[in-house]
């Protein structure tokens, strides 16, 4: 067995670069995972898209190409057919400036961020009124402008009510009008 080392003549030399050019020089773009992400996303709108009525898609701002594919999606039956068709549709999507169509579909949803937001807001506070005592007079304290005697009455009697009902398991009618009680209270403030 005949080994022979290579000489140092014979071995290659890598010039150190900068990393910055380096990352320049490689980078074009998001990554193949992103893109993907990004196509399932809008295969995944257009599937939201086939799934409303056609009153409805007429409202929509879209190419007549993708309006086109999107009605012949709905009208197939078959399962593999069907998946295809989606699949062109998310095709077509790619082309298409999302976001009116996003807004289009969370508006027949009747949800926005900042609807949530408040919902959840709201959530927040009828838990801590229901745990804590001292709650109801931070909340008095933050929305006194909403809060007039007969409405703080009324808090306070479904407060009380639903504490009842929550110990004793019956069913959540106090805690859904606690509920109501507080949109009211922190929307008119």
């Known amino acids: 067995m005949n080994r022979t080392t290579p000489s140092p003549k014979t071995v290659p030399v890598i010039k150190q670069r900068d990393d910055e050019a380096l990352v320049e020089e490689l980078y074009d773009g998001p990554s193949k995972s992103q893109r993907k992400r990004d196509m399932t996303a809008l295969q995944k709108l257009g599937e939201e898209l086939v799934a409303q ?53 969370d508006t027949w949803k009747g949800t926005s961020k900042a609807e949530t937001a408040a919902l959840h807001a709201l959530e927040r506070w009828r ?5 804590d ?34 110990k004793e398991s019956k069913p959540p009618k106090h805690f859904r009008e606690l509920f109501q009680i507080l949109k009211t209270i922190i929307q008119d403030d």
């Open 53 to 105: 009525p056609r009153d409805r898609l007429l409202r929509v701002p879209m190419p007549e190409n993708l309006m086109d594919a999107i009605k012949e999606a709905q009208d197939i039956r078959d399962h593999e057919g069907k998946r295809r068709q989606l699949q062109y549709v998310g095709k077509l999507m790619r082309s298409v400036d999302p976001e009116p169509i996003r807004a289009a579909l």
């Open 133 to 166: 005592d001292e709650a109801l007079q931070k909340l008095t304290a933050q929305h006194t402008a909403a809060l007039n005697p007969d409405t703080l009455r009324e808090l306070r009697t479904a407060i009380r009510m639903a504490r009842k009902e929550q």
């Open 127 to 131: 838990e801590r009124l229901l745990a």
